[in-house]
């Protein structure tokens, strides 16, 4: 069996990167259509050895497409996500538009492929924040396990979770200091270069930022509603990469150990982690890669049933566009039989 598949937003980082892991996992695809925005119609992109002209999201008839994996923002899937569905198509949507609607499963595969099923009541899957979606692949296991409490999450995100243009704005301002040019901040509000920003989306009223609510929500619903979690959402100099660092009360004793063996055969899990100098992972590393990594395990002293650890992972793939593939291969196996 093989499907129609098209990606909307194909000419975004996120949307080449789809492109790239459909080609790459090799996934049955009958026919790809890349889509954008009107301004981006006849652009090339590229699927394995093929060259391909996007066409206009605008003018689009989703009744003969069997997928459609979005990446275009909220304001894109707002509009056009439901309409999307009701023609038949099924949407796997990358923003956080859908994300809290309670007919709509919100899903990370090695923790939660069973919730696929509920996407009939709209047509629509969503994809989870990226800072989430490789917390949830840690935090699944140990779950499973010893049953999490709580958890403290300090993230270190990359400029690519803002896009080409905030990773643009590290450029020109790494460049600028070094050749003594002024610093002019437009995607972000203070200077990004050799600088961190504990702040990503817009203030909420108790203080919180939306990411960290995000962070919050997103958990509970993915993986268990009576896990309380707070977090501090921190914007870093680094062009590719997510990392956090996290620390797990368990209502069961769970050595540092045993989570180590627990992790090490857990579903979409590397960990890397030798107490010696360069014995854990950074994003450097995880870029390019499928996997969500750990190191640093090792046992909160002073709080029982504690762990803390470090993730690290590609937020473009992990945290975007391979979360949307692994979703659509799911979906296929298990939900969506063609004659």
């Known amino acids: 069996m093989s499907y129609k598949v098209a990606v909307v937003g194909a000419t975004g980082n996120v ?11 090799q996934f049955p695809i009958s026919e790809l ?17 093929k060259t391909i002209k996007t066409k206009c999201l605008d003018d689009y008839d989703f009744s003969d497409t069997d997928i459609a994996l979005m990446s275009a923002g909220g304001s894109v899937s707002k509009a056009f996500g439901e309409k999307i569905g009701k023609q038949g198509c099924v949407v796997i949507d990358n923003s956080s ?12 595969p090695e ?3 069973d919730a696929i099923a509920g996407y009939k009541k709209k047509n629509i899957i969503a994809n ?3 800072s989430t979606a490789q917390l949830m692949v840690a935090l699944k296991p140990l779950h499973d396990r010893a049953k999490i409490k709580r958890v403290v999450v300090s993230t270190y995100q990359s400029v690519s979770g803002s896009g080409k243009a905030a990773m643009d704005e590290l450029w020109s301002q790494t460049r600028a200091i070094f050749v003594n040019d002024p610093i002019e901040p437009e995607v972000y509000p203070k200077q990004i270069a050799f600088n961190v920003i504990p702040h990503i989306d817009v203030f909420m009223d108790n203080g919180d930022t939306k990411e960290e609510w995000k962070m ?3 958990t509970m619903k993915i993986l268990d509603p009576d896990i309380k979690l707070t977090a501090t959402c921190v914007r870093v100099p680094v062009f590719l990469g997510h990392s956090e660092a996290v620390n797990i009360e368990f209502e069961k004793p769970l050595s540092a150990d045993d989570a ?4 090490r055969t857990a ?8 107490r010696e100098d360069g014995g854990y992972i950074t994003p450097i590393e995880a870029a390019g890669e499928f996997a969500t990594y750990v190191s640093r395990i090792r046992e909160d002293e002073t709080q029982p049933n504690t762990l803390n650890l470090w993730c690290v992972a590609d937020n473009l793939l992990k945290g975007a566009a391979l979360n949307a593939v692994q979703i659509a291969e799911s979906l296929c196996n298990n939900h969506l039989k063609k004659a």
């Open 15 to 25: 949307g080449r990167e789809m492109l790239n892991i459909l080609h790459e996992r």
């Open 33 to 49: 259509v890349p889509l954008a925005s009107r301004r981006s119609i006849g652009q090339e992109v590229t699927f394995g050895d």
């Open 97 to 108: 538009h859908f994300r809290m609607d309670p007919d709509v499963p919100l899903v990370v």
């Open 111 to 113: 923790v939660n492929a």
């Open 128 to 130: 989870p924040n990226c």
């Open 216 to 218: 919050v929500v997103e």
């Open 260 to 263: 180590r063996e627990l992790l």
């Open 267 to 274: 579903p979409g899990l590397m960990v890397v982690d030798k």
